[in-house]
């Protein structure tokens, strides 16, 4: 593993199942985060843990959770999914400067 | 929170011309401004950030330029090549460090022509 790792890369998922979205990076960085990116939307934050054991809600946390066992590890999970949730999602890192983003997972929700 | 705005939401050049993009930011307790290109398909990319202690900050064909008066940073591409052809993503935040969370404008899509 080198920098940030997401898993799937893309999913096609039935409206009402849920679906864990893995991320795990190896640069020992305290903060991680969830970003969403929907065309003319930009990126928008959806969950951040600024270190292990710790988590805080972004500005569209609504259908989504995490948790953050450990500081490698930082899973979104959509309990229930639906058609708007249906977007490109990104993990990153941070450590003293900017972000370093995984490769992102393409969500389909049909 | 913070707010930033970014513009234009496209814009398109000639090989070799100049390309600026603007944003503005609401918070003035901002301090940390990255810039980030994306290509189609790929990840974000950071390719170069500025700190509020500075007024400009250049990397070979690349520029920030910062006003904290006016709350407002630009980034200025010159003698761009098709290659620059990408979306490129304003942030900001309080701080470098990790308990801050970056606000990101909404994108610029350039497109460099031939």
């Known amino acids: 593993i080198a920098g940030i790792t997401q898993a799937p890369t893309s999913q096609i998922l039935a409206a009402g199942r849920r679906m864990t979205l893995r991320c795990t990076q190896d640069m020992r960085h305290n903060a991680m985060y969830w970003y969403r990116q929907d065309l003319g939307l930009g990126l928008r934050l959806i969950h951040y843990s600024n270190t292990a054991g710790t988590t805080g809600k972004g500005e569209v946390p609504d259908g989504y959770s995490v948790s953050r066992a450990n500081t490698d590890d930082f899973p979104l999970t959509l309990a229930s999914a639906v058609p708007s949730q249906t977007s490109v999602y990104f993990c990153?890192?941070?450590?003293?400067?900017?972000?370093?983003f995984g490769s992102g997972t393409r969500l389909t929700v049909v | 929170g913070e707010n930033v705005e970014q513009h234009p939401s496209t814009l398109s050049v000639q090989e070799g011309d100049s390309a600026v993009i603007k944003c503005t930011y609401s918070d003035s307790a901002s301090n940390y401004f990255p810039w980030y290109k994306q290509e189609l398909g790929k990840r974000p990319q950071l390719i170069i950030d500025?700190?509020?202690?500075?007024g400009e900050k250049k990397d070979q064909r690349i520029a920030v330029t910062l006003n904290k008066t006016a709350k407002h940073f630009s980034l200025h591409i010159t003698e761009t090549q098709p290659e620059d052809s990408a979306v490129y993503f304003c942030a900001a935040s309080k701080s470098g460090g990790s308990n801050y969370k970056l606000t990101f404008g909404k994108g610029t899509l350039l497109t460099v022509n031939p």
């Open positions: 990153a890192s941070r450590d003293n400067g900017g972000y370093t």
């Open positions: 500025i700190r509020s202690n500075v």
